[in-house]
């Protein structure tokens, strides 16, 4: 079982930059595919980014592609995304998933879930 801890959401400015980071607990971090997602009030919980277990394949969200990067430090059992160029219509609760099927954009590919930490994008 992994748990996850998400933390470096907060208020920016539109165009700003935010990275958030996901802590993992155990010792076998390395054997999940790794994801990002978000979600606002009254919508679904979207795909924003995800990266395969040894860390060489990420993919993106249209949305979030060339302002966001995700990256893992599978020594130090975290997942991190890089957020450029912030938009308002980044504003969300953020979430990082672990899966142990290969990484994917549907939800329920992932087994794990953090508590999520939210990201406020002003304008």
């Known amino acids: 079982q992994v748990q996850l801890v998400e933390s470096g959401g907060g208020l920016v400015q539109a165009g700003g930059s935010l990275r958030l980071s996901c802590a993992a607990s155990?010792?076998?971090?390395?054997?999940?595919?790794m994801g990002w997602f978000r979600q606002t009030p009254g919508k679904e919980r979207e795909f924003v980014a995800g990266?395969?277990?040894?860390?060489?394949?990420?993919y993106y969200a249209d949305s979030v592609r060339g302002r966001f990067t995700i990256s893992r430090d599978n020594a130090k059992n975290t997942v991190a995304v890089q957020m450029n160029s912030l938009k308002p219509e980044d504003t969300a609760v953020y979430y990082c998933?672990?899966?142990?099927?290969?990484?994917?954009?549907?939800?329920?590919?992932?087994?794990?879930w953090g508590q999520g930490t939210q990201v406020t994008v002003s304008s």
């Open positions: 998933a672990a899966a142990t099927a290969r990484v994917g954009e549907l939800g329920s590919r992932y087994d794990y």
């Open positions: 155990g010792r076998t971090f390395s054997t999940y595919a």
């Open positions: 990266i395969s277990r040894g860390g060489s394949n990420t």
